[in-house]
């Protein structure tokens, strides 16, 4: 079994574990990004308020909404990433090699290389699971109500932006999802919000160039001090991963805000700031409409979820690949 594929396997599982264990956080989080009002003078509410909130008037279960699709995204997506970072990697890694050859630099992966194969990594994720996170936001972004007149009609599920006025009854599942992304835009929809997507691949980028540089450092410092053990601890790669993916979200957060926008169900009711016609019109409208607030709405959340998917995705992707290798090495030698 490749390098490739090996890593590929052990980001897909590393990937479905944090997401599992951070989910309401996301849910959450995509909600505040996709709140357009303004609010002007009116205090928000806290990440643990709003779960709570969601719990009490919609259930445990909207917490959790869209996250089937979700996970096979997450496990598609890092899959995905893994699987051609190796290679782009291993690429990389003999180009260096080859440069050392002829007397150019140590035979090592520069920050720049590095970046570049994050990035390119980032690029072919985003135009092949770009369609799975569409259908995740809408799933997300949907609230649910009781339905106060009719009695015998239940429950209703109202857009992210709680008008009334656009009401549907359940099921809001998969299905309609996907039914209702093709009749608004045809196939092409389902790669809304893909340009902003497209630009945050940096935040991987940046979040592997720190994870790798740290951890690097950090075992050339061990071992210098130790012979012979030059390895990271689980608590190690927890921290470092937590670190790196700290600093790449401070920096890209407006993107993500903008893509979850883009990605919402869009108001039909004629409201010129509740509906953008793509990108740029997303960013001049929030900027109008909102100001320099609206790309960071959210954002502790964000911080507190991505942080904390990230560390337990990369401490765990670091087991289950040595768990991997030990197996394969355990099988050929009972062979």
């Given at each position: 079994?490749?390098?490739?594929?090996?890593?590929?396997?052990?980001?897909?599982?590393?990937?479905?574990?944090?997401?599992?264990?951070?989910?309401?956080?996301?849910?959450?989080?995509?909600?505040?990004?996709?709140?357009?009002?303004?609010?002007?003078?009116?205090?928000?509410?806290?990440?643990?308020?709003?779960?709570?909130?969601?719990?009490?008037?919609?259930?445990?279960?909207?917490?959790?909404?869209?996250?089937?699709?979700?996970?096979?995204?997450?496990?598609?997506?890092?899959?995905?990433?893994?699987?051609?970072?190796?290679?782009?990697?291993?690429?990389?890694?003999?180009?260096?090699l080859k440069q050392k050859k002829i007397g150019i630099g140590d035979g090592s992966v520069g920050i720049l290389a590095s970046l570049l194969v994050a990035a390119l990594s980032g690029c072919v994720n985003v135009l092949l699971t770009n369609p799975i996170w569409l259908v995740v936001t809408r799933m997300q972004t949907q609230r649910k109500e009781l339905n106060r007149t009719p009695p015998d009609q239940g429950l209703l599920v109202v857009t992210e932006q709680?008008?009334?006025?656009?009401?549907?009854?359940?099921?809001?599942?998969?299905?309609?999802?996907?039914?209702?992304?093709?009749?608004?835009?045809?196939?092409?929809?389902?790669?809304?919000?893909?340009?902003?997507?497209?630009?945050?691949?940096?935040?991987?980028?940046?979040?592997?160039?720190?994870?790798?540089?740290?951890?690097?450092?950090?075992?050339?410092?061990?071992?210098?001090?130790?012979?012979?053990?030059?390895?990271?601890?689980?608590?190690?790669?927890?921290?470092?991963?937590?670190?790196a993916k700290l600093g790449a979200t401070i920096v890209t957060y407006p993107l993500l805000v903008v893509k979850a926008r883009l990605q919402a169900r869009q108001d039909e009711t004629g409201d010129k700031r509740r509906?953008?016609?793509?990108?740029?019109d997303a960013i001049i409208k929030m900027m109008h409409y909102e100001g320099f607030y609206g790309f960071y709405k959210g954002m502790g959340t964000k911080i507190v979820q991505s942080v904390l998917a990230a560390a337990v995705l990369f401490m765990m992707k670091e087991e289950l690949v040595k768990g991997i290798h030990f197996l394969l090495a355990k099988d050929a030698a009972n062979t």
């Open positions: 079994m490749s390098d490739a594929v090996i890593n590929g396997l052990a980001g897909a599982g590393g990937g479905i574990i944090a997401q599992l264990i951070t989910y309401p956080l996301q849910t959450v989080n995509t909600r505040q990004q996709t709140e357009r009002d303004p609010k002007k003078g009116k205090k928000s509410q806290g990440t643990l308020e709003q779960m709570c909130q969601v719990v009490k008037e919609e259930g445990w279960e909207r917490l959790y909404g869209g996250l089937m699709p979700s996970l096979v995204g997450t496990a598609t997506s890092q899959g995905v990433y893994y699987y051609f970072y190796q290679i782009f990697r291993n690429n990389a890694e003999a180009a260096a709680t008008n009334l006025s656009a009401v549907e009854p359940l099921p809001y599942g998969t299905s309609h999802v996907i039914q209702e992304i093709y009749n608004e835009a045809g196939i092409w929809g389902f790669w809304k919000g893909v340009l902003p997507t497209l630009i945050m691949v940096s935040n991987p980028s940046i979040q592997f160039m720190l994870y790798e540089t740290m951890l690097k450092k950090l075992k050339r410092k061990r071992a210098w001090s130790k012979k012979g053990s030059n390895g990271a601890t689980a608590s190690e790669i927890f921290l470092l991963g937590a670190l509906h953008y016609k793509g990108t740029w």
